[in-house]
Every structure is written in structure tokens, then in C-alpha cells.
């Protein structure tokens, strides 16, 4: 978290942000200005209709797409001004990720699917599948380890992808409809599960969703539409500042 005069700050700080899509003599503004911060270990959602911004929102909010102008400042660090190279480490280093159709690879197996990101990272083969089966078992998925994503759930193919998210200790997950192919039991589950890991690690995660129904899991939101913010709500703090 970062600290001034022994006051916490936001994790996540968007100060008026703007992106602009060009084709030719043709531009289209998805983001429209917006400001708005994220707090060490929210459970933050990004609400709104299809074709509100919001999968655009999330993409520049973890830096794989640019912004045409402003700033987001994560734990301190101004993304637009790091070079792709170091962006690139900064978000396998600090940043998790999960999406609506679980992107798990289906010739692997569900160990072999959480241990990949981290053999990316450069861990060495033992210790990546040693912390694959840790994060399986600390989170109840020890059935599955050895079955491929096509012989369990779709509940559990997504619990593995949150557990594959999570396995490198990120600071922040980003979720992008991450119960948007489930029905709604399932949703819950799903749901249910980041918000005990969002607890226990307390780790920040912020899900984009147009499902009214699981808001009631955030500590915070935004509604947003035609690429601006209608509204914003906290509805409590970060679960760590509760206890402080």
C-alpha cells in the first residue's frame, strides 16, 4: 500500500482519463474523462451495459491497452509512463487476471494450467507445480488437479482460472465477466469464492460485470455508460481497513 505521513492511499488512482479510437478521419471516444480510486483490498465492480466501456475501461486500467490521456497511477506507478518492456513486468509482478471463458488450455491439466503464468515468470518447473497444487488445495480444487478443463464444471473451470489468477500473490485481479457464462447458482459460487479469497489474501479485485445480481459482493462500484461514470458507490471499506 502506498504510504504518505502514515496515511494510506488508493491502490488504483484514474485522474481524468480519456480514450480515443482513430480509423482514418473517423475517432470514436470510448472513455470519456473519468476519475475515480481503488482502495488496497476492494472488491470493486465496473457496471454498466454491453458497449458501455467497460471491458475498454479494465484494459487500460491494467495497461494492456493505452490511454490517448491521463494519468492511472497504481501503487504509485503512472503505467503510461513506463516503457512496454518494464509495463510488461510490472503487471506479471503486480497484476492477476481472469476472463468470461476461463482461457484455460485444454491440453493441459488443471495443475499444469495454474502452474503456466508462473513458468512465464521464470520459476523453475518444481516450484511452479509446487505452488499450483498449494493454491489447489488451500482452495478446495484438489479433486481436479489432474482431470484436463473439459472433464470438470464450468463453475469449477473458473474457480481454477481465479486459482491460476492468484497463484503469483498479485496485488490486484483484474475480472472481466468472470461469471458472465455461468447461471446464476453457479455465479453465486464463483462469487462467493473471489470474495473468500479478496478476505483471506486480501487481495484488491476489480470485476467488470452487467449482472445486477452479484453487486451485492462489492465494497465498491461504478456504474458507467456511453464511456462515462453515471454513478459511484461505496458501500463499505476494504475488508483490512475494517479491522484497522
Known sequence: MVRKEGKALALVIVKNIRKIYKSGELSYEALRGMNFEIEEGDLFFIYG????????????????????????????????????????????????????????????????????????????????????????????????????????????????????????????????????ALDTKTSFMVMDFIKFLNEKNKQTFVIVSHDEKILKYATAYIRIDSGKIESFERIKMPFEKILS
Not at 509512463?81 to 493441459?108: C, H, S, W
Not at 516450484?127 to 479433486?143: M, P, S, W
Not at 498479485?170 to 465477466?177: K, L, S, T
Request: charged share 25%.
Open 49 to 180: 451495459p454491453s458497449g458501455s466501456g467497460k471491458t475498454t475501461l479494465l484494459n487500460c486500467l491494467s495497461g494492456i491497452d493505452d490511454i490517448t490521456s491521463g494519468e492511472i497511477v497504481i501503487n504509485g506507478v503512472d503505467l503510461s509512463k513506463l516503457p512496454d518492456d518494464k509495463k510488461t513486468k510490472f503487471r506479471a509482478e503486480n497484476m492477476g487476471f481472469v476472463f468470461q471463458e476461463y482461457n484455460l488450455i485444454n491440453v493441459l491439466t488443471v495443475k499444469e494450467n495454474v502452474a503456466l503464468p508462473l513458468l512465464a515468470r521464470g520459476w523453475p518447473e518444481k516450484l511452479a507445480n509446487q505452488r499450483a497444487i498449494e493454491v489447489l488445495k488451500e482452495n478446495g480444487l484438489i479433486h481436479v488437479i489432474d482431470k484436463f478443463p473439459a472433464q470438470i464444471s464450468g463453475g469449477e473451470r473458473q474457480r481454477v482460472a481465479v486459482a491460476r489468477a492468484i497463484a503469483g500473490e498479485p496485488r490486484i485481479v483484474w475480472a472481466d465477466e468472470p461469471t458472465g
